[in-house]
């Protein structure tokens, strides 16, 4: 098995693949075993973060794919206690000494924790980061209107990336349009919808038997189509093959109305202005 992932251009001149490999909550040589055959199988981007605890397993599954880590998409994160100056850089080195590289693609701040403050100190130690090449590109994750707002106005730079609770029962509508003003790409978490349960829909099982698709690329697929990367985590072959399947096929626009009815409103999705990691 071996399929090819498009990628979408960022707004500061790079790319990112369009569907990407969770790996919360792997650990260990599970992990590693599994990363190394979905990157021979053709995933390329992987999103890990200091919190899940799993950068060294992951590192280890990069190496043994056999593929070469500049064909790779590493993404980490900032953890919430690793926010601040001179706190991110440390953070950082970490993250890529555990990792076993010298650089990653893509660096996040995983949530906001506006209790803190911390964040815009934080968005201009990365931007100092990416100039030093210890990060190819910068973003954030969790992040609603007015914080990437803050962000913009201390530093004049947008994040590439935001990385959003993301799938047909959260569509994060009025927050995208935001993004897609900024040419920011949204990217999906628990893009399959978690307990909101978007694959268990009647509208979804209909569409998909239409399709000839499983439910579970009817979820993915009104993502990508709508321009956002996903990030499907699985610990099964099958599955991951499936989940990254999703070019073979398009919803129509009637079907993208079908799902909306899905959509349980941007107050079902966990709260950035109260909700808060370490
Ligand atoms: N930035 C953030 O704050 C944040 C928060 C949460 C997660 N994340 C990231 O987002 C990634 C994805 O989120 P997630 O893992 O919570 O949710 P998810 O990827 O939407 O769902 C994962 C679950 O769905 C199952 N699954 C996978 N493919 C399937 C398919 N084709 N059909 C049916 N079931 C399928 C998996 O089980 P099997 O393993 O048995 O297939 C697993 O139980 C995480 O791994 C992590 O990297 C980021």
Same mark, same amino acid.
């Given at each position: ?12 001149? +790079? ?7 969770? &790996?919360?909550?792997?650990? $260990?040589? *599970?992990?590693?075993?599994? #990363? ?29 794919? +056999? ?7 590493? &993404?980490?994160?900032?953890? $919430?206690? *690793?926010?601040?100056?001179? #706190? ?39 931007i100092e980061l990416r100039t030093e090449g210890l990060v190819q590109h910068i973003g954030v994750s969790n992040f609603v209107q007015h914080q990437l707002e803050e962000l913009h106005a201390a530093s004049g730079v947008w994040p590439v990336v935001n990385q959003i609770q993301l799938s047909p029962a959260l569509a994060r509508t009025e927050l ?103």
């Amino acid at each position: 098995m071996s399929f090819h992932i498009p990628d979408l251009p960022l707004h500061d001149g +790079g790319r990112i693949p369009a569907v990407g490999a969770g &790996t919360w909550p792997g650990k $260990g040589n *599970d992990l590693a075993d599994r #990363l190394a055959a979905m990157i021979r199988d053709g995933y390329r981007l992987i999103d890990t973060a200091a919190q899940y605890a799993n950068e060294g397993a992951v590192g280890e599954g990069v190496r043994r794919s +056999g593929v070469p880590r500049e064909e790779i998409f590493l &993404t980490t994160k900032v953890a $919430g206690m *690793d926010q601040g100056r001179g #706190l991110t850089r440390a953070g950082l080195l970490e993250s890529l000494r555990k990792l076993g590289t010298d650089y990653a693609d893509l660096l996040l701040i995983h949530w906001p924790n506006p209790s803190r403050g911390l964040a815009v100190d934080t968005w201009l130690e990365m931007i100092e980061l990416r100039t030093e090449g210890l990060v190819q590109h910068i973003g954030v994750s969790n992040f609603v209107q007015h914080q990437l707002e803050e962000l913009h106005a201390a530093s004049g730079v947008w994040p590439v990336v935001n990385q959003i609770q993301l799938s047909p029962a959260l569509a994060r509508t009025e927050l995208r349009a935001f993004l897609a003003e900024r040419g920011i790409v949204a990217e999906g978490w628990r893009p399959l919808g978690g307990p909101e349960d978007p694959m268990g829909q009647i509208i979804t099982g209909k569409i998909a038997r239409r399709l000839g698709v499983e439910r579970s690329q009817v979820v993915l697929r009104w993502a990508v189509q709508q321009g956002a990367v996903v990030i499907p985590a699985s610990s099964n072959p099958h599955r991951w093959a499936l989940n990254a399947d999703l070019f073979g096929f398009e919803l129509t626009d009637a079907d993208l109305a079908d799902l909306a009815t899905l959509d349980l409103g941007e107050a079902a999705a966990w709260d950035s202005r109260t909700h808060e990691e370490w």
